[in-house]
């Protein structure tokens, strides 16, 4: 089981479009991070979200962290192809040391 | 570099062979962590290093699977009389600080295929 659920999994649109990804938990965590990978490459830090109900803003991207800490979404606004990854959520949970991730959403962007 | 390095990036093992897969953390880096991605997948958590302490190794899938950072700095993953199940990538990550509060900067990972 997950502890982190991710949705969509795959997700493929047009360019320009906007489009959002969900993470959720039923457990409560300390932070939340999004990352984003490319095929071949490591994942790479989007964001980390902190505070209970936190709204940050990345360019075209809308990161907001659920009032109890248990959820998040990641907003993109007017897709572009180099938008196409593998997007993840991660966290740790209370104040552990283990750092677990979601099962990702593919996104692919067609232009 | 100034990245974290993995090596090998890729790797071909006969079932039943053991292997060693070596991380480069970023110097200083006090958080090393090993995880396991198949295809497509989200990273799985595999251990935890504090320096050299392992505080964390409940993801490893089973006793076969061995993680060692005997100086606080380089770790060597390795599985003995490897299967096919044990096919994947597998992603060295470190961070400045304790887990979950930095940033994890992550290597390109060693592809292992058992054949």
């Known amino acids: 089981t997950q502890l982190l659920e991710q949705s969509p999994q795959f997700l493929s649109i047009q360019e320009g479009e906007n489009l959002t990804v969900y993470c959720n938990s039923s457990s409560v965590f300390s932070s939340l991070q999004w990352y984003r990978q490319e095929p071949g490459e490591g994942p790479v830090l989007l964001v980390t979200v902190v505070t209970g109900g936190e709204v940050k803003k990345l360019k075209r991207l809308t990161f907001q962290f659920g009032d109890a800490r248990k959820d998040s979404s990641l907003h993109i606004t007017a897709a572009q192809p180099g938008d196409t990854g593998l997007y993840l959520c991660?966290?740790?949970?209370?104040?552990?040391?283990?750092?677990?991730f979601g099962a990702g959403t593919i996104l692919r962007v067609k232009s | 570099g100034a990245g974290v390095s993995q090596s090998p990036r890729y790797k071909v093992a006969k079932r039943g062979q053991d292997v060693a897969l070596r991380c480069d953390p970023i110097?200083?880096?006090?958080?090393l962590f090993w995880y396991q991605q198949a295809l497509g997948q989200g990273p799985e958590f595999l251990t935890y290093?504090?320096?050299?302490?392992?505080?964390?190794k409940s993801g490893l899938p089973s006793d076969r699977f061995f993680a060692e950072r005997p100086e606080g700095s380089v770790s060597t993953l390795k599985i003995q009389r490897t299967q096919q199940e044990d096919s994947a990538v597998y992603l060295c990550a470190s961070s400045l600080l304790v887990a979950g509060a930095g940033e994890l900067f992550f290597g390109e990972g060693s592809r292992l295929t058992v054949l």
């Open positions: 110097s200083g880096h006090v958080s």
């Open positions: 991660a966290g740790v949970i209370g104040y552990g040391n283990k750092l677990v």
């Open positions: 290093f504090q320096n050299e302490a392992q505080l964390d």
